[in-house]
Each structure stands twice: as C-alpha cells, then as structure tokens.
C-alpha cells in the first residue's frame, strides 16, 4: 500500500470511528436541560476489579453504593452476577454492552432503551476520549471481552483488557483487536477457575457426552418412556441444547420465560425448541432443580420423581452441566443413581479452566493481572487471598519476560482523583499492595517453577525421576495446600510419592479415598491417645481396599451411599467438628430434602484450604443468582 493510500485508509477510518460523549447521552437519556454533571472522587474502596483506570468506566457494577461515581457503565454479559442492580427504574447512568446484550436488557430486564447504548464487536469506537474495542468471550450468547485504550497526559496509552467472564479458546489469540493488547498495563482476568484443580474436558468432549446418553438411553426405551431433563439457567447452555436437538433429532421443551430469551436469541421459529411438552422428552428446567451443584453436588431425587409421576414417565435421566466441582476429573462424567433415576454430571463451563487461563495470560504478557472472581477485599490476609496470589505466581514464573509484574492495582484508585482516606483505609491499602506485591523472579525460583509446572500440567507423564529434597518439600507443602488440615504429612507424602510427584493427581486421589484417609488420621488418633505409645509421625500404609471399608457409623455409610461419588466437603466440614455434632449433622443431612450447607460452609477459621478457597465463590444470598459463576 502506498503512503497516500494508507493515509486515505487512516482517515477513513477516522470517519468511521464512532465517537461518544458518555455524559451527553445520559443528559439526553435524562432529557436533561443542564450541560454538564459532577461525580464524586471513585472512593479506594471501590473494588479494583470493576473500574478501568483513570476512567470513569465501571464494569459489571451496577449495585448500590458503587453507582454513584459515573455515567458510563459497561456490561460484559447477561448473566445475574454481572448485571444484579438492574431494574426497570434504572436511570443512573448509560449501560454500554454487546447488541445482543443491549437487547435482553431491553427485552427481559425492562431497562428503559434510552439508558441502554449497543457497541459494535470488533469495531472500535471512542468513548470520552478512549478507545474501546469489544471482543467475543466465548461464554453465554452476547458475551464479550472489553479492550481500553486509555490516553495518558504524556500522550501515552495505557491498554486494558477486561474479559468480563470467559472460556478462552485459540481462535480468540488471531483477533488482529487482542493481539494488540499483546504486553497491555493490566488484564482483569475472570478468575473463577484460577486452581491447578480446576482442569475439565472441553465444550465439545462434553456435549458429545450428553448427545451419546440421550441418544443410547433414548433408544432403549422409546418415546413417551423415558424423560430427560437437562438444567440450565433462563439464559445459558444454548449450545448444548442446540447440539443435543440436532444430532438426537428432537425439538427441546422449554418454559416461557426461557423461550422469551431464545427468541431474542434468534431461536424463536420453533424448530428446536418448543413449550408444548408432548413435542418432546427432552425438557429444560431451572437451573437448581437437579440438585446442588457447588461445591459439590448434592441430588434431589425426590423432586426428580414428583416430575416423572406428573408427567407420565417411567424413568427420568438428568444431566446437570457443571463446572469445575469434585466430581469433576479430566475425561470422567459422573453419574449419580437411585431407582429409575439418574443424573449424569457433564462439566461444561463457560469459564476458562486453569490451563487456558494461564495460556491466555502467557499470550498476553499482561504487567498485571487483576482477579475478577473470587476476592475478599474486606479479607486480604485470610488463606483465600493467599491461594490466589500463589497461583498467579505460577502464572508469572511460566512467562519468559522475568521483569513481568502481577498483583493488584491499587495503584489505580489514587491515580483517578485525589481521594481522602481514613488511616485504616491506607493500612489496608498497604496491607494489600504488599500481600500481592509484585516480586522478582530469581533465576533459581525460575528453574524450581518450571519444574512444577512440569508436575502440574503433564499429568499423564510417565517420568518417573524422583525430584531433589528441594523439590519435593516444595511440591509436599503445595500438596498440603490443597488438603484438609487433618491430613498428615505422611500421607501427603504417600499421595505424592505415589502419584509421581505429580500433585494434581495426588489430590484428584486424594478426593477419591478421602474416607479413608481420614478413617486412617481417627484410628491413629484413637491408637495414639490410648497407648500413648505411637510417635505423631509413625508412617501409616494406605489402605487399598477400597473405600468406606472400615467405618463402622451405619448413619454415614446411608448418607455416603446417596453421595458417594462426593464424601470429600463433608467430611471436610466434619474434621473440625466433635464426633457428636458430627452424628446429628449426619442425621440432619440424611433427610429426603437436600438442604444448602451454606452455614456448615462458612463455619469457622480452621475451615480447610481447599473449601476456603472456594467458599469465597459461593453466592451470597442477598446477591441472589450466583451460581452461574461455576458453570
Ligand atoms: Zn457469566
């Protein structure tokens, strides 16, 4: 292209860039007579993760008190987590979103249209002097990726990728948009699965799993027989469904209020799907009928039968699309049965698992990753915090770049306004920047993480080298991270050295044999406080004869026999309660209706690393519609 010609295309361009005065459409959205609007200074309380700095841009923040700061609002998604604060009344400020996005508000949410401004995909264009670019996230329908340009006073910019929630995937790396946020000031990254735990099958391993079930099932027993139910929330999951009525050959039954988002989704000419329930035998519910699903999950067969007899069936197959949970191993659906009843657990997430996200970071060479899911800002110190920094150091320490630097932006929130904080907000500022306080990367560290990364992400390797002292203290006490405290370090120590060194699967194994395990830590203690004899670190030989062998409590082999595929959280939760209490919660959980443990779940500071870890995640009642976040 010749000069002139490429200067043509600039200023072409340049024409066609959209340029948007964020405070002019929100007068105008007022019908305001008034020109201008002042806001407040962004107080350092407000959560890093959903502002963009040194703009006025908040991301998914739409609840009070953190919508009294700007005019410009952008949604990522339509999912309850992100766009909770919402209502027909809504008139604070102009929600920038993808066109489908822009539409479900306006169609389901009943946001008044003039609050609501649709952006392009793949098409920059200027809002309030920056540049923003939205991209596909690859998560529910209308999802995207939000890119900033932001101009600094040297006439500088600063780049910031916000993924909003995402399953990251290769085809995203070829966007020309992204590969130019390649080395970007930050990315706020969705963290929800930020675990060396957290690895699951892809989207296509688990759609063709529930397809070959249907299909399978569904010839056996004939039409009007068997009736399987798939749960999903109002908006999400489409591609299953889409898949499962195209290969199975079937229409898909839903209700109205998740037909009312499928037209807006361009489903409604009612060829896949359908709310007359005689059409089909594939029916959609909500999303929590099946049962629990977070941490673990948790059937309701008894509701399962209520729908087969009121509707006629004799057999009733459900399928709950996970996300990461302790059933989940790469590879491996659970199937959970009782009676004519079964519910086949299918990890399909629409959040990058562990391995992808340290791709996308590694892709990206970020100088900063800010988590979006899973930080308690009001509990920097607490064991949580502490697993997410460790796990973004396993981040940092892949990448090549050793002066790359991850942690918090705190930073940000002085740089937006000049802002008054009390003394205990600057001692927790500085607490924080110093819990994720950027750290250089020594050669040493550099050769000791990669041989982790080794251990974590070739878990079908057979090297069988044994590590240096060094290494196995390092991959010992990682393991004991991811455990229950009960756990001894001689059995950690046999997790491991049996698993190759490869902690992954010495926890994945752990998690299978936790009953057994811990009936090991008991008769030891047992042992010990009656003979007085044994020495706290006397090895114990693993039992390998499968589990629940020895366990003489009748009340916890009937519970174990409806969950058996998930012991692990309760006995988890048991370990740090009395052998009474133990019994009559035992008793209380063996009852037909399965009950939220959510009390159990935030007992206590002695709670293990791993539910620690993840209780944070769990939805808060009073924000309602969480659970969406793991799946
Ligand atoms: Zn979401």
């Not at 569904?218 to 798939?230: C, D, M």
Request: hydrophobic share 35%; charged share 25%.
């Amino acid at each position: 292209m010749s000069a002139q010609s490429a200067a043509t295309a600039t200023a072409n361009e340049r024409v066609k860039t959209l340029t948007l005065d964020s405070t002019q459409i929100y007068l105008t959205a007022l019908n305001s007579t008034t020109s201008t609007l002042s806001f407040p200074p962004i107080p350092s309380s407000f959560p890093p993760s959903n502002f963009i700095p040194n703009t006025r841009f908040l991301i998914d923040s739409f609840r009070h008190p953190f919508t009294a700061f700007s005019a410009s609002y952008f949604l990522s998604h339509f999912h309850p987590d992100q766009y909770s604060g919402l209502s027909p009344s809504w008139s604070k400020g102009i929600i920038f979103c993808s066109h489908l996005t822009c539409l479900l508000l306006i169609e389901t949410l009943k946001i008044p249209p003039r609050f609501v401004f649709a952006l392009p995909l793949n098409d920059p264009v200027l809002v309030d002097g920056c540049e923003v670019i939205l991209i596909d996230a690859n998560h529910c329908p209308g999802s995207v990726q939000l890119l900033f340009k932001v101009p600094t006073k040297n006439g500088i910019f600063e780049r910031y990728v916000h993924t909003g929630d995402f399953r990251s995937c290769n085809p995203m790396k070829l966007n020309s948009y992204l590969i130019g946020f390649v080395g970007c000031d930050a990315i706020f990254l969705d963290t929800t699965y930020c675990d060396p735990k957290c690895i699951f099958p892809s989207q296509e391993e688990s759609i063709d799993y529930v397809v070959s079930v249907v299909d399978r099932i569904g010839k056996e027993f004939g039409r009007r027989r068997v009736l399987f139910l798939i749960a999903t929330y109002v908006a999400g999951k489409e591609k299953i469904l889409v898949e499962v009525a195209r290969r199975c050959k079937t229409k898909i039954c839903v209700d109205g209020r998740k037909m009312e988002i499928l037209r807006v989704l361009g489903y409604g000419d009612g060829e896949v799907f359908t709310e007359d329930e005689s059409e089909s035998d594939v029916h959609v519910v909500g999303w929590s009928v099946l049962g629990e699903t977070w941490p673990y999950f948790r059937p309701n067969f008894v509701i399962m039968e209520e729908i087969m007899v009121e509707k006629g069936y004799e057999k009733v197959v459900g399928f709950v699309p996970t996300g990461w949970t302790f059933e989940v191993k790469r590879n491996k659906f659970a199937v959970q049965t009782k009676d004519t009843f079964e519910i086949h657990l299918v990890p399909c997430s629409e959040h990058s698992n562990y391995d992808e996200l340290k791709e996308y970071v590694k892709f990206l060479k970020p100088k900063k990753v800010i988590p979006t899911v899973g930080m308690d800002f009001e509990k920097l110190e607490s064991k949580h915090a502490d697993e997410m920094r460790k796990q973004f150091d396993g981040l940092i320490d892949e990448m090549d770049n050793k002066d790359l630097l991850m942690g918090f932006h705190r930073g940000n929130c002085e740089t937006v306004e000049k802002v008054e904080r009390d003394a205990n907000e600057e001692r927790v500022m500085e607490r924080n920047k110093n819990m994720f306080e950027i750290k250089t990367v020594e050669s040493n560290d550099m050769d000791v993480s990669s041989n982790d990364v080794s251990y974590v992400h070739k878990p079908d390797s057979q090297d069988s080298t044994i590590p240096s002292e060094e290494e196995r203290e390092r991959i010992i006490e990682e393991t004991r991270d991811s455990l229950p405290k009960w756990v001894t370090r001689d059995q950690i120590l046999d997790l491991v050295s049996s698993s190759r060194w490869n902690i992954v699967e010495a926890v994945s194994n752990f998690y299978e044999h936790e009953i057994e395990f811990y009936e090991q830590v008991s008769v030891f203690r047992t042992f010990e406080s009656a003979s007085h004899a044994s020495s706290p670190n006397s090895p114990i030989s693993l039992s390998k004869s499968g589990p629940f062998r020895s366990s003489t409590d009748e009340s916890v082999n009937t519970n174990l026999s409806q969950v058996s595929k998930s012991p692990s959280l309760k006995l988890t939760r048991w370990s740090n309660i009395s052998p009474s209490k133990r019994k009559k919660n035992t008793e209380k959980r063996s009852n037909k209706k399965v009950k939220s443990n959510s009390k159990l779940e935030s007992s206590g500071s002695k709670q293990p690393t791993i539910t620690s870890f993840f209780s944070k995640l769990l939805p808060d009642d009073s924000k309602g519609g969480k659970t969406d976040r793991k799946n």
